[in-house]
């Protein structure tokens, strides 16, 4: 069973920066570099939100429009990790942020709704204070 493990969050002020790590583990059938992997965050008491997704080949990346110029996505196969890089930060980035992979290999996922993964970390929390 695939396993993700997020770190990275923390404290940070406005118009500062943060990065994600989320590393993979558990591949038995299939490879880490076989997946798309996707950012999706939620601030309590409301849905979840998609931020950003990668394609398996590190070189396409997508993002949600709220996040976009401003938030990288990247990811290191041979580590079985994807980073968020957050800069400029604003005050509505604060949340709780899962990395999640796709029940499908080979393709990119660029939407919150769960039953699209099937492997979530257990979440960062993004605090933002001036």
């Known amino acids: 069973q695939v396993q993700l493990v997020e770190s990275g969050g923390g404290l940070a002020q406005p118009g500062g920066s943060l990065r994600l790590s989320c590393t993979a583990s558990g591949f038995t059938f299939s490879n880490f570099s076989n997946y798309g992997m996707s950012w999706v965050r939620q601030v309590p008491g409301k849905g979840l939100e998609w931020v950003s997704a990668?394609?398996?080949?590190?070189?396409?990346?997508y993002y949600g429009d709220s996040v976009k110029g401003r938030f990288t996505i990247s990811r290191d196969n041979a580590k079985n990790t994807v980073y968020l890089q957050m800069n400029n930060l604003k005050p509505e980035d604060a949340a709780v942020y899962y990395c999640?992979?796709?029940?499908?290999?080979?393709?990119?996922?660029?939407?919150?709704?769960?039953?699209?993964?099937?492997?979530w970390g257990q979440g960062t929390q993004v605090i933002l204070s001036s």
């Open positions: 990668i394609h398996r080949n590190g070189r396409d990346t």
């Open positions: 999640a992979k796709p029940r499908q290999e080979f393709v990119v996922v660029t939407s919150p709704q769960r039953w699209q993964y099937d492997a």
